[in-house]
């Protein structure tokens, strides 16, 4: 019994192994980032979407706004300009200015929501910090969902969502000039949900 | 005092550029349009497209081409700053999003065919007599515009208000699409051929 108790503990602590233990990250002093991709007050952040949705594919004219500080607006149209969704992000605050009515689904907007926030959450809460090679990588806290932020030549390349030391969302910025990310690609590991952005 | 009088004069004067159009107007307008709707079998065109949204501080402006053929063949054609093509053709919608192709069925879909009812008649203007449209008539300088409002609500939470300019020949000059939140899309057309012969392969995806 007491054998059987020890291997499920084992098992579990395998199992559980954290998301830098699993990966060899070396502990470093903790250092604050900020994402600075949408951070312009005075910029239009416009990309054209794709977007592959549990088997179908759709485009639209994806367009990010910073209002104020910690204030941003999402917005998501067709080429030919209708809305299809429109999000505003304040502070703890989000809130659905404009959803069509097939997409007005609460789990759906919780997975659009969260994904969101990550792109505009500009001074993210830092807990731990490692290093990997050359990458610098930041444990971060986002409305209750831990986040490794993934710094290459200190510029952020990628973050990945984490839950029970797997990975759940994948999050890539490439073609950076000028604190923009030219391409920005949203994978989920555990269902088949990717947003690709390219800036206009 | 006579300063105010003035002020207050263009002020009504500026209001007013915009007006009413009387029965008799409304309808001279309408059979200047159907007759040169009837005679329209193709046009082609350029065309600027602006999004406003209120809180950019600048409209998105996306530009184009587009082809229409007697009786309801058009596709829509985005070359800047993306390319992307619709293709409305027999009920059905063909997308061509840089390369990726797709088509999606509107014979059932009741915002589709309104959809498409809309941007046949934004390039012939002919939509007077569509019982789905609530119809306001406006005299603009020399343009005249006319307000369309959907009646059903399931369209109206798309599309709350249709506007279409035309100019003194009956041509669509202008479209604006406005949604409910005040928002809208604005196409401004130019570079307008009629009657050009157009082959079929202009509207293969």
Same mark, same amino acid.
């Given at each position: 019994?007491? %054998?059987?108790?020890?291997?499920?503990?084992?098992?579990?602590?395998?199992?559980?192994?954290? %998301?830098?233990?699993?990966?060899? $990250?070396?502990?470093?002093?903790?250092?604050?980032?900020?994402?600075?991709?949408?951070?312009?007050?005075?910029?239009?952040?416009?990309?054209?979407? &794709?977007?592959?949705?549990? +088997?179908?594919?759709?485009?639209?004219?994806?367009?990010?706004?910073?209002?104020?500080?910690?204030? !941003?607006?999402?917005?998501?149209?067709?080429?030919?300009?209708?809305?299809?969704?429109?999000?505003? $992000?304040? +502070?703890?605050?989000?809130?659905?200015?404009?959803?069509?009515?097939?997409?007005? @689904?609460?789990?759906?907007? &919780?997975?659009?929501?969260?994904?969101?926030?990550?792109?505009?959450?500009? &001074?993210?809460?830092?807990?731990?910090?490692?290093? @990997?090679?050359?990458?610098?990588?930041?444990?971060?806290?986002?409305?209750?969902?831990?986040?490794?932020? $993934?710094?290459? #030549?200190?510029?952020?390349?990628?973050?990945?969502?984490?839950?029970?030391? /797997? #990975?759940?969302?994948?999050?890539?910025?490439?073609?950076?000039?000028?604190?923009?990310?030219?391409?920005?690609?949203?994978? !989920?590991?555990?269902?088949? *949900?990717?947003?690709? *952005?390219?800036?206009? | 005092?006579?300063? =105010?009088?003035?002020?207050?004069?263009?002020?009504?004067?500026?209001?007013?550029?915009?007006?009413?159009? &009387?029965?008799?107007?409304?309808?001279?307008? /309408?059979?200047?349009?159907?007759? =040169?709707?009837?005679?329209?079998?193709?046009?082609?065109?350029?065309?600027?497209? %602006?999004?406003?949204?209120?809180?950019?501080?600048?409209?998105?402006?996306? #530009? +184009?081409?587009?082809?229409?053929?007697?009786?309801?063949?058009?596709?829509?054609?985005?070359?800047?700053?993306?390319?992307?093509?619709?293709?409305? @053709?027999?009920?059905?919608?063909?997308?061509?999003?840089?390369?990726?192709?797709?088509?999606?069925?509107?014979?059932?879909?009741?915002?589709? /065919?309104?959809?498409?009812?809309?941007?046949?008649?934004?390039?012939? +203007?002919?939509?007077?007599?569509?019982?789905?449209?609530?119809?306001?008539?406006?005299?603009?300088?020399?343009?005249?515009?006319?307000?369309?409002?959907?009646?059903?609500?399931?369209?109206?939470?798309?599309?709350?208000?249709?506007?279409?300019?035309?100019?003194?020949?009956?041509?669509?000059?202008?479209?604006?699409?406005?949604?409910?939140?005040?928002?809208?899309?604005?196409?401004?057309?130019?570079?307008?051929?009629?009657? /050009?012969?157009?082959?079929?392969?202009?509207?293969?995806?």
């Amino acid at each position: 019994m007491r %054998y059987l108790c020890s291997s499920i503990l084992m098992l579990l602590l395998i199992s559980c192994a954290s %998301y830098p233990k699993k990966n060899g $990250f070396t502990v470093r002093e903790v250092r604050n980032i900020e994402n600075l991709y949408f951070s312009d007050t005075s910029k239009d952040y416009v990309y054209k979407a &794709n977007i592959e949705a549990f +088997g179908n594919s759709f485009g639209g004219i994806f367009i990010i706004k910073k209002l104020g500080d910690e204030h !941003h607006r999402i917005a998501f149209t067709t080429e030919l300009g209708n809305k299809i969704f429109d999000f505003s $992000f304040q +502070g703890e605050d989000f809130k659905v200015n404009h959803i069509l009515k097939d997409m007005d @689904k609460k789990i759906l907007i &919780n997975v659009l929501k969260n994904d969101f926030q990550v792109l505009v959450a500009q &001074n993210p809460f830092i807990e731990k910090s490692f290093q @990997k090679d050359d990458d610098f990588i930041q444990q971060a806290s986002l409305h209750h969902k831990t986040y490794y932020y $993934f710094l290459t #030549e200190e510029k952020l390349k990628k973050v990945v969502r984490v839950g029970n030391g /797997k #990975e759940k969302v994948v999050f890539l910025f490439s073609e950076i000039n000028d604190n923009i990310a030219q391409q920005i690609r949203i994978s !989920h590991q555990n269902f088949k *949900l990717n947003i690709a *952005l390219k800036a206009l | 005092m006579r300063k =105010l009088v003035y002020i207050l004069f263009f002020m009504v004067l500026a209001v007013h550029a915009q007006s009413k159009m &009387n029965t008799s107007e409304a309808n001279a307008l /309408k059979a200047t349009v159907k007759a =040169l709707s009837d005679e329209t079998r193709t046009i082609t065109a350029d065309f600027v497209q %602006y999004k406003h949204l209120d809180f950019l501080s600048n409209d998105i402006k996306s #530009e +184009g081409k587009l082809a229409f053929k007697s009786p309801s063949m058009v596709k829509w054609e985005y070359v800047k700053p993306f390319s992307y093509s619709v293709l409305f @053709k027999n009920e059905t919608l063909f997308i061509n999003d840089n390369g990726n192709k797709s088509n999606m069925d509107m014979g059932s879909n009741k915002i589709f /065919k309104q959809l498409n009812q809309l941007i046949t008649a934004s390039i012939k +203007g002919d939509l007077f007599d569509a019982s789905e449209f609530e119809v306001f008539y406006f005299k603009n300088d020399e343009n005249s515009e006319v307000h369309f409002n959907p009646k059903d609500k399931q369209f109206a939470e798309f599309i709350q208000s249709f506007h279409i300019t035309f100019n003194d020949k009956g041509e669509v000059q202008e479209v604006k699409m406005i949604e409910p939140s005040a928002d809208y899309t604005q196409i401004i057309f130019s570079n307008r051929a009629t009657n /050009k012969p157009l082959s079929d392969a202009v509207f293969m995806q």
